[in-house]
C-alpha cells in the first residue's frame, strides 16, 4: 500500500499542470458514487460546461440507470469503473466528485489530492473531527481546489442574508437557530434480502466493520446509522447550521467558528424501527456572546410555524437570525426580516444556487472555492461536536484553538474513528 500512495504522490506534479492548463476549456470529471446526490452533481456539472469522463459506482444498477442519464445530459457515455483507484490513475481527469457514504469520504478525498486531482467533495466531509482535518491537511500539501457540497454557499439569496447580519442591521445578535423539520418513513424490514445482484458488500462496507447484508443499511438508509452517517444534523441539518456559522464567520472571524460549550439532548421518540440516530433532537452550541441552536423533528412538517413567513413558503427548513432590532429569515425560497417595531424589513427571493459552476470556474483560476476545504470542515465539525454530546449524554467543554476536550478523555477519544483495515486513511 506504501507504494501505491509514494505512487500517486509523486504524481500530483503531472497532474496540477492538467489541472491549470487543460482544464481551462472544458474540465473533465470523474464521478465516485452516483445514486442520489452524486447523480445530480455530476448532471449540472454538465450543464456548468463540464465533462463527465468516467463513473465508478459499486452497484451495476446505478451504473447503467446514471449512467445512461450522464450520456443524455452530455452527448456522449461516460466509462464505468468499480474501483475509484483507477479513476484517480487517470492523468486526463482533472478532478472528482466524490458523493460515496459518509464513510468512504476520508480516504477516497485524501487519495484523491494525492493524486493531483481537485475534488468537489458531498456534505459531510468526514465521520471525524481528526479525518476533517487530515483531509483539509491533504488539500493544502498538494495544491487542491477543494469544494465541499454545501451549496448554499453559492447562493447569492443566502449571502445577501449573511451579509445584512454582519453588517448589524439587526442590532446585537444574541441567538441563531437552524431546523429541520420533516417525516422520515419507516424502515422495510427485510430480512434475509441479499445484496443486489453484482454489487461487492464487503468492499461497500470498506472502512466500517464488518457485518452481514442488512438491506435497511444500504442506499440512502444507511443514514440512519452510525458506522456510515453523521446522523441527521450531518446529513441535511449542515446545510441549516452552514448558513449560520457563515455569518459567525462574517461577524467575529473564520478562526471563532467553532463554540466552546455543547449540549445535546434527543433521542427516538417516534419509529422504532432499527434506525440508531434520533429522530428528535436539540443541540445548543454555546458562543461567548451568542447562542446557535439546531432543532430537529423527524415525525412531523411544520407549516404553521412563522406562518406566511416568507410569502406563504412553508418553515421546515430554515436559519434565523435574532438580533435586539429584528429578525432574519432565510431559506431557499429566500429571505424576509421583521423589525421589532413591527414595521417591514427587506425580502430578497431566492435565486438557483451555482454550487458546481464555482468549483468549475476554480479549476480553472486556482482559486478557493465558496466552500473551501477548511470552510466545509468546520461545519462538519459543529456537526460532530453535536453528535458527540449526544452519544455521550452530557455536556462537553470544546477548546477550538486545540480542537480537543480539555481534561475529557471520553469526548477526546471520539476525536478519531477506527478504519477498518486494508481500507485506512493514508497518511498526509
Given at each position: 500500500?506504501?507504494?501505491r500512495r509514494s505512487f500517486l504522490?509523486?504524481g500530483?506534479a503531472?497532474?496540477l499542470?492538467?489541472s491549470?492548463?487543460g482544464?481551462?476549456e472544458?474540465p473533465?470529471?470523474?464521478?465516485i458514487?452516483g445514486?442520489?446526490?452524486?447523480r445530480?452533481?455530476a448532471?449540472r456539472?454538465i450543464?456548468?460546461?463540464a465533462e463527465?469522463k468516467?463513473?465508478c459506482?459499486?452497484?451495476?444498477a446505478?451504473?447503467?440507470k446514471?449512467?445512461?442519464?450522464i ?5 456522449r ?14 492523468k486526463s ?5 466524490i458523493?460515496t ?7 477516497i478525498?485524501i487519495m484523491?489530492c ?21 483531509v483539509r ?5 498538494y495544491n ?5 457540497g454545501?451549496?448554499?454557499?453559492s ?8 451579509e445584512y447580519?454582519?453588517a448589524?442591521?439587526l ?6 437557530k ?6 422520515r418513513p419507516p ?7 441479499a ?5 461487492d458488500y464487503d468492499?461497500?462496507?470498506?472502512p466500517?466493520p464488518?457485518r ?9 438508509n444507511?443514514?440512519f446509522?452510525w458506522?456510515y452517517?453523521?446522523?441527521e444534523?450531518g446529513?441535511?441539518g449542515i446545510?441549516v447550521?452552514?448558513v ?5 464567520q ?5 478562526e471563532h467558528s467553532?463554540p466552546d460549550?455543547?449540549s445535546a439532548t434527543g433521542g427516538i421518540?417516534w ?5 440508531e ?8 452550541f ?8 439546531f432543532?430537529?423533528?423527524s415525525?412531523?412538517h411544520d ?9 406563504g413558503?412553508?418553515t421546515?427548513?430554515?436559519?434565523a437570525?435574532?438580533g435586539t432590532d429584528?429578525t432574519l429569515?432565510?431559506?431557499q ?9 413591527g414595521?417591514p424589513g427587506?425580502?430578497v427571493k431566492g ?8 468549483f468549475?470556474?476554480?479549476i480553472k483560476s486556482?482559486e478557493?472555492p465558496n466552500?473551501d476545504?477548511?470552510i ?13 454530546s ?16 480539555p481534561?475529557?478523555a ?5 476525536l ?10 493514508p497518511?498526509v
Amino acid at each position: 500500500m506504501q507504494n501505491r500512495r509514494s505512487f500517486l504522490a509523486g504524481g500530483a506534479a503531472l497532474a496540477l499542470g492538467r489541472s491549470v492548463q487543460g482544464a481551462n476549456e472544458r474540465p473533465t470529471l470523474g464521478l465516485i458514487g452516483g445514486r442520489n446526490q452524486g447523480r445530480g452533481v455530476a448532471l449540472r456539472a454538465i450543464q456548468a460546461g463540464a465533462e463527465i469522463k468516467t463513473f465508478c459506482d459499486l452497484d451495476p444498477a446505478i451504473l447503467e440507470k446514471t449512467g445512461g442519464d450522464i450520456a443524455k445530459a452530455q452527448g456522449r457515455a461516460p466509462g464505468f469503473e468499480k474501483d475509484f483507484r483507477r479513476v484517480l490513475d487517470d492523468k486526463s481527469i482533472d478532478a472528482v466528485v466524490i458523493a460515496t457514504p459518509d464513510h468512504w469520504h476520508a480516504r477516497i478525498a485524501i487519495m484523491a489530492c494525492q493524486a493531483g486531482k481537485d475534488v468537489y467533495c458531498e456534505k459531510p466531509m468526514t465521520q471525524s473531527i481528526r479525518d476533517g482535518q487530515m483531509v483539509r491537511d491533504a488539500a493544502r500539501k498538494y495544491n487542491r481546489v477543494f469544494q465541499v457540497g454545501t451549496q448554499r454557499r453559492s447562493s447569492e439569496a443566502f449571502r445577501q442574508a449573511v451579509e445584512y447580519v454582519a453588517a448589524g442591521k439587526l442590532g446585537k445578535v444574541c441567538e441563531m437557530k437552524a431546523w429541520i423539520h420533516q417525516v422520515r418513513p419507516p424502515l422495510k424490514q427485510q430480512p434475509g434480502a441479499a445484496p443486489p445482484p453484482g454489487v461487492d458488500y464487503d468492499v461497500w462496507l470498506g472502512p466500517a466493520p464488518k457485518r452481514a447484508f442488512d438491506a435497511n443499511r444500504f442506499h440512502y438508509n444507511w443514514r440512519f446509522f452510525w458506522d456510515y452517517g453523521n446522523s441527521e444534523i450531518g446529513n441535511q441539518g449542515i446545510h441549516v447550521l452552514d448558513v449560520a456559522m457563515w455569518a459567525i464567520q462574517k461577524m467575529k472571524g473564520v478562526e471563532h467558528s467553532l463554540p466552546d460549550r455543547v449540549s445535546a439532548t434527543g433521542g427516538i421518540y417516534w419509529l422504532d424501527d432499527g434506525k440508531e440516530v434520533p429522530d428528535t433532537q436539540i443541540v445548543n452550541f454555546h458562543y461567548p456572546d451568542l447562542l446557535l441552536s439546531f432543532e430537529l423533528r423527524s415525525f412531523a412538517h411544520d407549516h404553521q410555524l412563522h406562518q406566511g413567513a416568507l410569502r406563504g413558503q412553508p418553515t421546515d427548513f430554515y436559519t434565523a437570525f435574532y438580533g435586539t432590532d429584528g429578525t432574519l429569515m432565510v431559506t431557499q425560497s429566500g429571505s424576509k426580516v421583521y423589525f421589532k417595531d413591527g414595521s417591514p424589513g427587506p425580502e430578497v427571493k431566492g435565486v438557483p444556487e451555482t454550487h458546481e459552476r464555482n468549483f468549475l470556474e476554480c479549476i480553472k483560476s486556482r482559486e478557493k472555492p465558496n466552500s473551501d476545504v477548511e470552510i466545509g470542515r468546520l461545519s462538519t465539525t459543529l456537526c460532530h461536536l453535536g453528535n458527540i454530546s449526544y452519544l455521550l449524554g452530557r455536556d462537553v467543554k470544546f477548546d477550538a484553538k486545540t480542537e480537543t476536550f480539555p481534561g475529557d478523555a471520553a469526548a477526546n477519544r471520539m476525536l478519531t474513528r477506527a478504519h477498518r483495515e486494508p481500507y485506512g486513511v493514508p497518511r498526509v
